[in-house]
């Protein structure tokens, strides 16, 4: 069974904890303060392993995402005790359990909660529900040092699981902990948190990829990470921010993009879903029957052109009862060809755009921000612009009315499986409803230019 690492102090005992004699403390190269002490400890003869040297460590990873603090994630560090640390052979790899791993290379490291999750397993006990953090944590190796064959370190840098990230994290503009909605099942974060480790604790290799966001048609199903967490100032680097809400893809879960050159946004599924919501229930309310499309009537000249030859065109007698009876039939109706076009025209187009589009600022209610939404989607919105407040609310809402009044009245689900342009997909939820149509698709327009998506 493999010994846990020391990733974080805890003060549970430590009998599964692998010894590791060293420690990392991160410097920062423009304390003046600190160069002032080295050097009076130099020049009163104080013993060089109570000085340790500032090592520069380039950073491996290199995140698309800026960070607001710090350019890179290069790091100065210094190892305590220094000269154990120096005195020891480096390698560029070593060989545990008939397995060789390579300096560079990611790993997987026991902790605690893996360790007791091997314990369950071996003594046939029930498992229970676990996150990705109570996973194996995986490293990658910068340096590996030894003394003996007994004595093995490796100096890495730790990858965070999602759920991992501290209270105080700095993403874009908010402070967040733990997982958010736009990362994967299978995302890692990179960080420059430095830590040695000894290599007992390590359980096998791991393979890790960057996903570079434009790389759109490819599906993460390996570990992966695009993100970077700086321990210096405790801040994520920026990710790509997509559809008419602002926020990041998560690529578990489907995007759809604009066809339109001029455009070529992506969007999100549930974002599609819950603006055809709205529209629908604008269009319906709780009690309108969906009605299909009424057939294209054509116009008077049109009709007059089709009509077989009077008796005048083909040279016979006139017959005036025979012209009169003709133009009664292609009489308009009493509301007038006007109207009936302009209703056609609307019911044709489908549902106009929402007066507001954009979700309105914050979360949206206490619903959404918990994840729940219609039984066919999940919804975690945020305002495009990033606002927290002031908008006056809508009617209704001041009264405590839900701000979502389309809940349970209707299902939308997004078909691109169909050969051809993906569809939204209508079913009628509301009882009591008398004719009309309970389900019925149409097309999907974009949310940012309102060009049908082919």
């Not at 990733?7 to 410097?27: L, S």
């Not at 902990?177 to 290799?205: C, F, K």
Request: net charge negative.
């Amino acid at each position: 069974m493999a010994s846990s690492a020391r990733k974080r102090p805890r003060q549970e005992p430590e009998d599964n904890r692998a010894e590791c004699p060293f420690k990392i403390d991160v410097v920062n190269p423009d304390d003046k303060d600190s160069k002032r002490k080295s050097k009076k400890r130099k020049t009163e003869g104080e013993d060089e392993d109570a000085t340790a040297k500032v090592n520069l460590q380039m950073s491996p990873f290199a995140p698309c995402g800026k960070f607001k603090k710090h350019e890179t994630m290069d790091l100065y560090f210094k190892v305590s005790p220094p000269k154990k640390w120096t005195d020891m052979t480096r390698y560029n790899s070593f060989v545990l359990n008939g397995v060789k791993y390579f300096s560079e290379g990611f790993i997987y490291v026991a902790n605690d909660s893996s360790i007791e999750r091997q314990k369950a397993a071996n003594d046939n006990k029930p498992m229970q529900i676990r996150k990705k953090s109570d996973d194996d944590w995986v490293a990658r190796i910068l340096e590996i040092r030894a003394s003996d064959e007994h004595h093995v370190y490796a100096r890495i840098y730790w990858m965070y699981w999602p759920d991992e990230l501290p209270a105080g994290t700095l993403d874009g503009k908010k402070f967040v902990q733990g997982r958010q909605p736009y990362h994967g099942m299978n995302e890692l974060v990179a960080s420059n948190h430095m830590d040695i480790i000894n290599v007992v604790s390590v359980t096998s290799q791991a393979t890790v990829r960057q996903w570079f966001e434009e790389n759109d048609e490819e599906i993460q199903h390996a570990l992966y990470w695009r993100q970077a967490f700086d321990v210096r100032s405790y801040e994520l680097s920026s990710v790509d921010l997509v559809c008419l809400c602002n926020t990041p893809a998560n690529p578990d879960r489907k995007l759809l993009g604009c066809t339109v050159e001029a455009c070529k946004k992506w969007m999100h599924e549930e974002c599609i879903i819950e603006d055809a919501l709205q529209s629908t229930y604008k269009r319906l309310g709780a009690d309108k029957p969906h009605l299909p499309p009424e057939p294209i009537k054509k116009a008077e000249s049109e009709i007059e052109g089709q009509r077989p030859l009077s008796p005048s065109d083909t040279g016979a007698a006139v017959s005036a009862q025979h012209s009169i009876d003709v133009k009664a039939e292609v009489e308009p109706a009493e509301n007038g060809s006007g109207n009936v076009d302009v209703k056609q025209t609307e019911e044709e187009d489908g549902p106009t755009a929402p007066e507001d589009a954009a979700p309105s600022s914050g979360r949206r209610s206490a619903s959404a921000a918990a994840g729940t939404g219609t039984p066919s989607t999940k919804l975690v919105l945020k305002s495009a612009s990033g606002r927290k407040g002031g908008k006056p609310k809508k009617k209704g809402e001041a009264n405590g009315e839900t701000s979502r009044p389309w809940e349970g009245l209707f299902e939308v689900t997004l078909n691109t499986e169909k050969n051809g342009p993906p569809v939204l997909e209508f079913r009628d939820l509301r009882e009591g409803i008398v004719g009309g149509e309970k389900t019925w698709t149409e097309p999907v327009k974009c949310l940012l230019c309102a060009t049908t998506v082919n």
